[in-house]
């Protein structure tokens, strides 16, 4: 039988996130004895080992690793389907809106006031996040819509509106020689031993390999960029956050970067299909 349960997909992914009952069981708060049988029962009915245990510790097979990407993906979805049926039972006409830090905030500021003067309109709240989050936040339910960037975001899964269409540009610090170009190419910043390419985080949350500084919010990537440790590719509204230590110089050849409202594909929300015919009218 195939049937696998919550509860025991969750003791599955905190055995196998931690790699030590005795850990998991106590971030669990559950005694270690009923999570070693739960895990055996569940390798039982898959007819699978999931964990070699030895003396050195719990290491994941090959199908341990499967399962454990498999979980995360149902465990996120039971929580995203509890908050949206929360939300669709509530008699609150309202939307949660999740968008990047410092991202353009006048294309905000025309979508939201545009939105509320149309009839009926849902109360937006406007949740602030960090680098690379607003795509966890559409999966997890926490947001029902979001601003988001091609090509910096990946997009599968999510429908989408264009909102705005712009060149991309490196934000150097005022004082590196590069800054007083009238353009650059990314040959020009890629390989710049005392300037990295700062590092934004993937889908998943992990970042690329490289030299440059990890980024986590704007204020960070801001401060680094002065004190001249990194470079900043990103599009050319980044320059309505520009301090006087920035220089934003436009990149030649670089594809344009598209702002889009997105929303889970297949959601089938009143209120998000109100704010998208609206965002279309921009």
């Not at 969750?10 to 931690?18: D, K, N, S």
């Not at 007819?47 to 498999?70: D, I, S």
């Not at 990946?154 to 509106?161: I, K, P, R, V, W």
């Not at 490196?170 to 040959?187: D, G």
């Amino acid at each position: 039988m195939d049937t696998l349960e919550t509860r025991e997909l969750r003791y599955f992914v905190a055995v196998a996130e931690e790699l030590h009952f005795s850990r998991a069981a106590e971030r669990l708060g559950i005694a270690q004895p009923p999570l070693s049988r739960a895990i055996q029962q569940l390798e039982r009915r898959l007819g699978v080992t999931l964990l070699e245990r030895n003396r050195r510790g719990v290491t994941l097979t090959n199908a341990g690793r499967v399962l454990l990407g498999e979980a995360r993906v149902i465990l996120e979805a039971a929580a995203a389907a509890a908050r949206r049926t929360r939300r669709a039972a509530s008699a609150t006409n309202r939307l949660t809106l999740a968008t990047k830090a410092g991202a353009n905030h006048e294309l905000l500021r025309r979508l939201l006031d545009a939105h509320a003067a149309e009839p009926d309109a849902a109360e937006i709240e406007v949740l602030l996040c960090g680098m690379g989050e607003q795509a966890r936040m559409l999966r997890d339910g926490r947001a029902d819509v979001a601003l988001m960037q091609r090509p910096f975001h990946s997009l599968a899964g999510f429908d989408t509106e264009d909102l705005l269409t712009e060149e991309q540009v490196a934000i150097l610090p005022a004082a590196h020689p590069l800054a007083t170009r009238p353009s650059l190419t990314m040959a020009d910043i890629s390989d710049l031993a005392d300037l990295p390419i700062a590092r934004w985080p993937c889908n998943d949350g992990a970042y690329p390999p490289g030299p440059g500084p990890e980024i986590h919010d704007q204020s960070q990537l801001a401060q680094l960029i002065a004190l001249g440790h990194t470079v900043a590719v990103t599009g050319a509204s980044a320059r309505s956050w520009l301090w006087s230590a920035h220089v934003a110089v436009p990149l030649t050849g670089a594809s344009p970067v598209t702002t889009v409202l997105a929303w889970p594909t297949h959601s089938r929300s009143p209120a998000v299909a109100r704010l998208v015919r609206t965002a279309a009218g921009l």
